[in-house]
């Protein structure tokens, strides 16, 4: 059973990750001329869809609410998670970022959503 606590922190996530009524997307990316020139280790900026999104980009003053870290296909070469992740991702496996989630943690994501 979940502590009052628990059960306030769990609905506050999700009030605030859900998505923004009027969100609209100012930048549009080529998702393939991103795929080709992008390179392992570079940080991928983010302008989040969720209502967190919004609030973190007001108080730092920044366009961007999100960072991620492109990694590429460094995960399909390990042998122990190569299978998993091209179940996962498909053709995508081969471009794929690093980054944390409120809601999620530590997650694996495709760099093109």
């Known amino acids: ?13 999700r009030q605030i990750t859900r998505p923004r009524k009027e969100y609209r997307r100012f930048v549009f990316n080529d998702p393939e001329r991103l795929k080709s020139r ?5 940080v991928v900026l983010v302008d989040g869809d969720q209502r ?4 973190i980009k007001y108080l ?14 460094a995960l399909v070469r390990n042998p122990v998670l190569r299978l998993d992740i091209q179940r996962r991702f ?19 994501s495709p760099l093109v959503k």
């Open 52 to 55: 967190v999104s919004q609030v």
């Open 1 to 13: 059973m979940r502590s009052p606590h628990q059960a306030l922190a769990q609905w506050f996530v």
């Open 60 to 73: 730092t003053m920044s366009n961007w609410s999100h960072t991620a870290i492109y990694v590429g296909s």
């Open 38 to 42: 992008i390179r392992p280790g570079d």
């Open 90 to 108: 498909g053709k995508e496996a081969r471009y794929l970022i690093v980054e944390a989630l409120l809601d999620g943690g530590v997650v694996v």
